[in-house]
């Protein structure tokens, strides 16, 4: 059984930088077929991906994060980790890491965890 939890803090001031950390158990971070994305919802909203990494190491990020947003791995720990720089409040939403079979909708979700950015 896969299974991806996430972890970081769940209180930051405006500024800092976001650090989350997905571990993935049950599955290989490597394997081609797969695809592994952070996405986030803020207060009232929907789902909003931020960005993607895929077995091959290929990464992408949505257009509006892409100058704040990381995403790195660590296969020796089955890990991805997301950086997102000079957090502001509108940055407050639940964090998920989730993954994608062959390019099909997501198949496996992180619980999520609860960021609040205070200004």
């Known amino acids: 059984q896969v299974r991806l939890q996430e972890a970081g803090p769940d209180r930051l001031n405006a500024s800092q930088t976001l650090t989350l950390v997905c571990t993935v158990s049950?599955?290989?971070?490597?394997?081609?077929?797969?695809?592994w994305y952070w996405v986030r919802q803020a207060p009232g909203k929907g789902l909003a991906w931020i960005g993607w990494?895929?077995?091959?190491?290929?990464?992408a990020y949505s257009p509006s994060l892409k100058s704040r947003a990381t995403i790195t791995r660590d296969s020796s720990k089955s890990q991805f980790t997301l950086l997102l720089t000079s957090v502001t409040p509108e940055d407050t939403g639940v964090y998920y890491c989730?993954?994608?079979?062959?390019?099909?909708?997501?198949?496996?979700w992180g619980q999520g965890i609860q960021v609040t950015v205070s200004s």
């Open positions: 990494l895929t077995g091959r190491g290929e990464i």
């Open positions: 989730a993954r994608t079979e062959n390019e099909k909708g997501y198949d496996y």
């Open positions: 049950g599955g290989s971070i490597i394997a081609s077929a797969y695809t």
